[in-house]
Structure formats: structure tokens, C-alpha cells
């Protein structure tokens, strides 16, 4: 006799995700109901118990944790199993996840053949051909997403080299605002798969800094001529206060990326007509480079674990960029000996800094 289909409920607000979530388990021969939050679950269940939940966690500290436990308070929902997808991984939200009742836990962007492996080792049904260790599965992920952000690289370069020849034609000013403001997000895009290939990098021992004797000054001004694109819009002055004419031996092209995602950051962040400021400044053997916002600030028990990979703080201050971006410059400052903190500023919000030694 053919065994019963199983039943999916998935609870997603997106139907676009929704759509691709219900496309991978109907592959898998289950059937699926969808809902747009847990008050939808809740009714559909009440009709059709399903035998599994695939949970879309919300950004932010608490958001994933209380959506599971509101979709436990219905009868025909306490004891389903749970696979929440997330795209924040820090320790304190996980583990609030499970306690609120998740059996399992998925990272996005979703992989196929790992959500089907989660959905089946939660219903205890056979995992297709699969790889028996977990730890082979995610092994597998990272180097399908190595590859992903590679391919990545291919169709950028003809982006740019396309906008390139384009903005050598003459334009109307509206094009030519048009064509500013691709060009922009062209290179945001570009240091956001750099960022990328270079976490990988350095989580496997690979990166290597090229330091040599840099100007500072004329760092943080390539700096803050990158920044401009994005603060005018939004009105927010960037000020540059350097060390004189210091050279410091680093990697010019690291430092200067970390300090440009630690800007674009700040400015998503700072209010309109505000100042970011941009400063460098010696102390003894080491140079103290920061970005300082007139933003919300981040809470003292977030100081730390928002350098983490994949940490999102909620509306009130996120990494953005896939997650990497403050990951990416803890990292640069650690590949040059030094490390990356974020401190109050004397009149609010918030001051990352890159302490970078002296190398020995």
C-alpha cells in the first residue's frame, strides 16, 4: 500500500519565498498549505493538522522566538514539528529559537537538498542519497555558496564595463542622475562579493594583507569621496579629520573597504542634516582609525556580537550587506594584528574604530 503523503504548513509573509518553499516540498511529494501569519496557521490547522511547519523567522532580537511560540498555543499545532528558516545566527537568537519551541534550524539563503534533509530528519523519514553528517551537509552549503559568490564576479564586471561605456555618451542631467547612482550601486555591489570572498578567506587561513607605507590622510579622503554618493541624498555632511601627514604600513585596498562598509553602515543609520565623521589618530604603536554616527547607537550587550557573522540588531541597527559587512572589517583588522570595537560617541550614537598596530 503507498504510504500517505505528509502535510506542510508553511508560515511565510513573502509569497514569493512562500512560492519556492511550497515548489522544494512538493518536489518531495508533500502536500502544502501556506499562511501568511500565525492567526492563518492557527485556522488552517484547525482544518488539517499538518505533520510539519516550515517557520519564516523575522529579523530582529525577539521577532522569531515569539512567532513560535504563538504558533505553539494551538492545539493542533504544539507538538508539529518545526524547520524555522533565519538568516540570523548569533547564539542568544538560536538559542531563544529552540526554547521557544523550534526543532530545527536553517539558514538562509535556502539550499534545496538541505531544507529537504531538515524537513525529513524532523518527520524521521529517509534522507534521499544524501551525506548521514550534518557537518558534510554544511560543508557542502559553504562551497555551494563559494561558488555562487564567484559566479557572482562574471556578470558584475559586465555591468560595470557596460555603465563605463554608457556614461561616455552624452546624457539629459536626469540620465546622467540615472546613471550616478547605477554606477554607485554597481560598486556597493562589488565590494559586497569581495566582502565575501574574503570572509571565506580568512575563515580558511588564506587572506594575506599586502601592508605598505600609506598616506592616512589621503585614505580617509578616497574615503569619504566613496561615501558621498550615498550621504547627499540623505543629507548627511562627512567630516574628515586626519593625523597630519602619517604613513602607516597596511593593506590599503582591506582597510579602505572596511572603513567604506563601516561608513555606508553609519549613514543608513544617521539622521537627515547630521555629520559622520570620519578620524585617525595616533596612540603610541597604534593608529586608531573611526567612524562616528549621530545614529540610535548599539546597546552595550550588542557591542560585541555585532561583529559576528550574520548578527542583525533589529530595525534599530543592522550589519546589512548579507550580514558581512562588520564581520568583514573585524576581520581586516585582524588580519593586520589588530581588532575593531564600537563605543558610545561623547554626543550619541555610534564609533567604530579599527585599532591597527604598528607591525613588528
Request: glycine residues 8%; contains cysteine.
Amino acid at each position: 500500500m503507498t504510504a500517505k503523503a505528509a502535510h506542510a504548513l508553511i508560515v511565510e509573509d513573502e509569497p514569493d519565498h512562500g512560492l519556492l518553499l511550497r515548489i522544494l516540498l512538493e518536489r518531495d511529494g508533500m502536500t502544502v498549505d501556506e499562511a501568511a501569519d500565525v492567526e492563518g496557521a492557527h485556522a488552517l490547522a484547525a482544518r488539517r493538522r499538518p505533520d510539519i511547519v516550515v517557520l519564516d523567522v523575522p529579523a530582529g532580537p525577539a521577532g522569531g522566538a515569539s512567532r513560535c511560540r504563538r504558533l505553539r498555543e494551538s492545539a493542533a499545532l504544539a507538538d508539529v514539528p518545526v524547520v524555522a528558516l533565519s538568516a540570523v545566527h548569533d547564539r542568544g537568537a538560536r538559542d531563544a529559537l529552540f526554547e521557544a519551541g523550534v526543532d530545527s534550524l536553517l539558514g538562509k539563503p535556502v539550499v534545496p537538498w538541505l531544507l529537504e534533509w531538515q524537513v525529513r530528519s524532523a518527520l524521521r523519514r529517509p534522507v534521499r542519497h544524501y551525506p548521514a553528517g550534518a557537518q558534510d551537509l554544511l560543508a557542502e552549503n559553504r562551497a555551494w555558496m563559494g561558488y555562487l559568490v564567484h559566479d557572482l564576479n562574471n556578470p558584475l564586471t559586465v555591468v560595470g564595463g557596460s555603465l563605463s561605456l554608457m556614461a561616455l555618451d552624452p546624457m539629459t542631467p536626469r540620465q546622467r542622475r540615472a546613471m550616478d547612482q547605477a554606477r554607485t550601486a554597481h560598486e556597493r555591489l562589488s565590494r559586497m562579493v569581495q566582502s565575501l570572498l574574503d570572509v571565506e578567506r580568512v575563515e580558511h587561513g588564506r587572506l594575506k594583507t599586502d601592508a605598505r607605507p600609506t598616506s592616512v590622510a589621503a585614505l580617509l579622503d578616497e574615503v569619504a569621496f566613496a561615501l558621498a554618493a550615498l550621504a547627499e541624498p540623505r543629507e548627511v555632511h562627512v567630516d574628515v579629520r586626519s593625523c597630519g601627514e602619517t604613513l602607516w604600513p597596511l593593506d590599503r585596498e582591506l582597510v579602505e573597504r572596511a572603513l567604506i562598509n563601516l561608513g555606508e553602515n553609519a549613514i543608513r543609520h544617521a539622521p537627515r542634516g547630521s555629520t559622520l565623521r570620519l578620524q585617525a589618530r595616533e596612540e603610541g604603536d597604534l593608529l586608531l582609525v573611526s567612524v562616528a554616527d549621530q545614529g540610535p547607537g548599539v546597546p552595550a550587550e550588542a557591542r560585541e556580537r555585532i561583529f559576528e557573522r550574520s548578527v542583525q540588531l533589529g530595525e534599530r541597527r543592522s550589519q546589512g550587506a548579507a550580514g558581512l559587512g562588520l564581520a568583514f572589517c573585524k576581520l581586516v583588522a585582524e588580519s593586520h594584528g589588530g581588532r575593531a570595537w564600537v563605543e558610545s560617541g561623547p554626543r550619541g550614537g555610534a564609533v567604530f574604530v579599527l585599532g591597527l598596530p604598528w607591525p613588528t
